[in-house]
């Protein structure tokens, strides 16, 4: 059963950073292209960024553009995601999903998820 864990959430301050790690297993992890959402109670799940399976090409919703960075590594089979000067509007459960084609911002087209780990930026 594949399995995508994340790790790295927690409090911060606004103005401060996180790095979010999302660890797959019994998947071609260097074969999917990864993408980042996040999803705050009573709201839709949001895209937030997406890298393509060799990491050449990488997409970010104009909230985070400039903040956020998204980046992996096949050969520890993770995807990261940097978040620098973060905003209380940021604070959300941050989930890593998986696609085998190319990246795409909508959520339903994504074959596996994570369980999430949660980001809150206190102002």
């Known amino acids: 059963q594949v399995q995508l864990v994340e790790s790295g959430g927690g409090l911060v301050q606004a103005g401060g950073s996180l790095r979010l790690s999302c660890a797959a297993s019994?998947?071609?992890?260097?074969?999917?292209?990864m993408g980042w959402f996040r999803q705050v109670p009573g709201k839709e799940r949001e895209f937030v960024a997406g890298i393509s399976w060799s990491g050449g090409n990488t997409y970010y919703a104009d909230s985070v553009k400039g903040r956020f960075t998204i980046s992996r590594d096949n050969a520890k089979r993770t995807v990261y995601l940097q978040m620098n000067s973060l905003k209380p509007e940021d604070t959300a459960i941050y989930s890593c999903?998986?696609?085998?084609?190319?990246?795409?911002?909508?959520?339903?087209?994504?074959?596996?998820w994570g369980q999430g780990t949660q980001v809150t930026v206190s102002s």
């Open positions: 999903a998986a696609r085998k084609m190319t990246i795409t911002t909508t959520a339903v087209r994504y074959d596996y």
């Open positions: 019994r998947i071609a992890f260097s074969t999917y292209a």
